[in-house]
């Protein structure tokens, strides 16, 4: 909005001219992004405590000290944390988004659509959840909408988002995939990318809202990610830049760097909030939203594969669930003592800020390794 509001007046004020640079609105939309968090903040979580506990306010020291004997009180304080704070990132994300970015390009909208369709459907779920618990439930893993129904939505809207993004990209890359490390290769995958491409948003969704599971676990790995995919949209819709990485050059993607910019400063907001102790969990709200909207840009950029280097841990972490339930099923044994994985370190006694701390160096290690292979080719 800015973009268009400002641009055309440069020529009578010149300090507007820099709105022409996509470098300075991904700035802006970093730090729009996470201002708009302590405006947006505080009145929703103290919206999300009254509607899920009934009232505005953590619960005081009588009613914890009351309860002691259930639990530990880390646990307690869980029991009434509110979730759906992926609600702040959802308003952040597309408010920062909507100002910063240039709305005539085809690739923000549908990437904003797939984060929007994702985060409605982790919504439903998580309402869904909440009308089966009460606060003084200690375990309230209830079940959310039914898998099948949240699955086909995700898929459905991942296959159109897919189609889409495959008719705005140049032939070949359209129906093609790129491989690292190689500047001229690419596996032709004709009618079949849309299913792919699909595989790619809705792997890395739930792969996203698998990692979700421990304060500030999920928020620094995608606040990384997306950091590293600005980068990477900025590089690829750069025909000099492309050229000399030697890299898929794709026109219109460089605009996709001011929403990863958005998705930045909209993560760092909310870990303020979600910071150990959390006074909000992001939900299936945020996770699924941020984790597809991390998978679009990987197919509009044409960098699927690097995804899976840069989300690492994500991936990571959705193997550990799928060995686990493959090898139960297989042999009745468990290769880890709980999935996702950073529940099996919980297990082994890890203090859950050593988890989280030491998971965040694994997404930052591989995410400089995903960016390396920018060059390495």
């Not at 004020?13 to 300075?24: C, G």
């Not at 089966?132 to 991942?158: H, M, N, S, T, W």
């Amino acid at each position: 909005m800015l973009y268009h509001l400002l641009v055309p007046l440069s020529d009578w004020f010149f300090p507007f001219n820099v709105f022409r640079y996509l470098t300075f609105r991904t700035g802006g939309a970093v730090m729009t992004a996470f201002f708009l968090s302590f405006v947006f903040g505080p009145p929703l979580i103290r919206w999300l405590r009254w509607m899920q506990n009934g009232s505005a306010h953590p619960p005081d020291p009588a009613t914890l000290a009351a309860l002691a004997g259930e639990a530990d009180p880390r646990a307690l304080l869980k029991r009434y944390t509110p979730t759906m704070g992926g609600l702040l990132v959802l308003a952040t994300l597309v408010t920062s988004t909507l100002l910063w970015v240039d709305l005539r390009n085809p690739f923000v909208w549908v990437v904003l659509a797939v984060t929007l369709v994702f985060g409605l459907v982790g919504l439903a779920d998580d309402l869904a959840k909440l009308l089966r618990r009460r606060p003084q439930d200690y375990d309230y893993r209830f079940e959310g909408i039914p898998g099948r129904l949240k699955f086909g939505v995700e898929c459905l809207v991942a296959i159109v988002a897919a189609w889409i993004l495959g008719r705005l990209l140049p032939d070949p890359l359209g129906t093609s995939l790129t491989v690292p490390f190689f500047k001229d290769v690419l596996i032709p995958l004709g009618p079949l990318f849309p299913l792919f491409g699909a595989f790619v948003i809705v792997g890395a969704a739930n792969a996203v809202n698998l990692t979700d599971g421990l304060d500030g676990l999920a928020s620094v790995p995608v606040g990384i990610a997306a950091g590293s995919f600005a980068l990477v949209a900025y590089l690829a819709g750069n025909a000099v830049f492309a050229r000399y990485l030697g890299i898929p050059h794709v026109p219109g993607t460089g605009e996709l760097a001011v929403f990863c910019g958005a998705m930045v400063g909209a993560m760092m907001g909310f870990l303020w909030y979600n910071a150990p102790p959390a006074a909000v969990f992001m939900g299936d709200t945020g996770s699924l939203a941020t984790g597809g909207a991390l998978g679009a840009v990987a197919v509009a950029a044409k960098h699927e594969l690097v995804l899976a280097m840069v989300g690492g841990l994500f991936v990571l972490e959705a193997l550990s669930v799928i060995v686990q339930v493959a090898s139960f099923r297989l042999t009745g044994k468990r290769v880890f003592r709980m999935a996702p994985l950073h529940h099996h370190f919980e297990k082994k006694g890890w203090r859950e800020e050593t988890i989280v701390i030491r998971f965040w160096i694994i997404a930052a290690v591989l995410a400089l390794f995903g960016l390396s292979t920018l060059k390495l080719r």
